[in-house]
């Protein structure tokens, strides 16, 4: 799977759009962005995932470059329950060797203040 | 509600005993599997399971063992052959992997373990 890079942290006003960005230059064709995030000593959470088009879903936006070597998760509305660590992550799908494997890294920390 | 349950929250051992961590879940996924984060650090794998009756091992499987006998259900033992067994445990759970699509996992809220 390829690496990631993203900003250790990150602050961000209550009701402004949180942008977290994340650097994924070594990405191949047939791998996906994924976004998790964990809140202290809570299981990780799912937030979006994309391969190429940009995405949205009731919790987040997904915009992904034209050369899919970058990517930016979009917090529209960011509130102080949105306080968390999160992991960009990049995997391909079945037949490579990374099968099962979620690799997090050192995330981002995104503190929003009131 | 569907998801994934983990209980205990908090488990105290004795060092040099065995200790079994549940996870259940009724998502009718066929993928489970188990990481282990430790402070300020990432999840590693421990185990994975494709399907019932089945299971791999991950990149720190010693001292750890599992089974799946059903598809809801995959409980992991830390054994006292694990060194620092000290950490926050978590599970997932997916639909595999196919040819042509990616999973997406999915995490129970973890087990605490301390070994005393």
């Known amino acids: 799977d390829a690496k990631t890079t993203q900003p250790p942290s990150m602050d961000c006003a209550e009701g402004r759009a949180a942008n977290l960005p994340c650097n994924h230059s070594t990405i191949s064709g047939n791998e996906y962005v994924y976004w998790y995030r964990q809140i202290h000593s809570q299981g990780p959470q799912y937030i979006i995932h994309g391969l190429k088009n940009n995405e949205t879903n009731e919790m987040a936006s997904l915009i992904i470059t034209e050369d899919r070597k970058s990517s930016t998760l979009i917090l529209p509305h960011a509130t102080l329950r949105d306080t968390a660590v999160y992991y960009c992550i990049v995997r391909g799908n079945a037949g490579g060797t990374s099968y099962g494997k979620l690799t997090f890294g050192q995330g981002t920390i995104l503190t929003v203040h009131p | 509600d569907g998801g994934i349950t983990q209980s205990p929250k908090y488990l105290f051992r004795k060092e040099g005993q065995n200790v079994t961590l549940s996870c259940e879940q009724n998502?009718?996924?066929?993928?489970m599997y188990w990481y282990r984060q430790d402070p300020g650090q990432g999840l590693r794998l421990i185990y994975y399971?494709?399907?019932?009756?089945?299971?791999q091992k991950g990149d720190i499987a010693e001292g750890y063992s599992v089974s799946r006998e059903k598809k809801e259900s995959f409980p992991l033992t830390v054994t006292s052959a694990q060194k620092n067994p000290t950490a926050f445990y978590l599970c997932?759970?997916?639909?595999?992997?196919?040819?042509?699509?990616?999973?997406?996992?999915?995490f129970g809220p973890g087990t605490r373990l301390t070994v005393l």
């Open positions: 997932a759970s997916s639909i595999p992997l196919t040819t042509s699509s990616t999973d997406t996992q999915y």
């Open positions: 998502l009718n996924h066929d993928a």
């Open positions: 399971s494709q399907i019932v009756n089945d299971f």
